[in-house]
């Protein structure tokens, strides 16, 4: 079945741009929204935005001045970049796959990769 | 944005006993609405998905309902591996948003 497995550093930081890279094995990187998610203690869940294998790219309006996701099909990867960050920017950061149909929702997940930004 | 509060926030219940968890969207959304699991240290999975519908190998004890501004989630006769934080989700309208987790907890 479809794995998603995010990769990048742990530590990022202050003023620096966060990178992150979600692999997407057992399956095509076609079809699909391509979703970066974080979590913290403090907000819970926050939608970063989501890719199309064809580009388009959505982004939460409060972060989207700071993000940028891109595709790579013939790697069956996409990526992350958050610029700026912050200690508000330290979370759990997931990638999932949405559906394109209703009811739209999440139905695989990365394990996840802690983000701690820090000097 | 659509804001989507669930309650209670948290919750202590026993093996066997039935509860029910709602979430209320701060706008209509129809039917796209999703309720999640999430054990420590994992990522959510998702139960129901559309409001109502049970995701493939999901138990029975699982039920969703509800459409436009209301919805509940109610899991009946407990088991252990039902202790987690669930989480509603509102598809309807960008930015996708959640709520703040409902922790449920063995009595």
């Known amino acids: 079945q479809v794995q998603l497995q995010e990769s990048g550093p742990g530590l990022v930081s202050p003023s620096e741009t966060l990178s992150l890279t979600c692999r997407v094995s057992g399956g095509s990187i076609t079809a699909y929204y391509w979703t970066w998610i974080r979590q913290t203690p403090g907000k819970g869940l926050e939608w970063i935005g989501h890719?199309?294998?064809?580009?388009?790219?959505n982004y939460n309006p409060s972060l989207k001045s700071r993000v940028t996701m891109s595709i790579d099909t013939s790697k069956n990867q996409f990526s992350l970049s958050l610029t700026s960050v912050t200690a508000a920017d330290t979370a759990v950061y997931r990638c999932?796959?949405?559906?394109?149909?209703?009811?739209?929702?999440?139905?695989?997940w990365g394990e996840g990769s802690t983000v701690t930004v820090s000097s | 944005d659509i804001r989507m509060t669930q309650s209670p926030s948290s919750l202590s219940a026993s093996i066997g006993d039935s509860v029910t968890i709602t979430c209320r969207a701060s706008q209509s959304i129809s039917t796209y609405f999703n309720w999640y699991q999430q054990k420590p240290g994992k990522a959510p999975k998702v139960l129901i998905s559309?409001?109502?519908s049970l995701e493939s190998g999901v138990p029975s004890r699982f039920r969703g309902s509800g459409s436009g501004t209301d919805f509940t989630l109610t899991i009946s006769s407990l088991q252990p591996e039902d202790f987690a934080t669930y989480y509603c989700q509102q598809t309807f309208s960008s930015p996708i948003t959640f709520g703040q987790g409902t922790r449920l907890e063995i009595k």
């Open positions: 559309g409001a109502s």
């Open positions: 999932a796959r949405r559906l394109l149909r209703w009811p739209f929702y999440m139905d695989v």
């Open positions: 890719i199309h294998d064809s580009g388009t790219t």
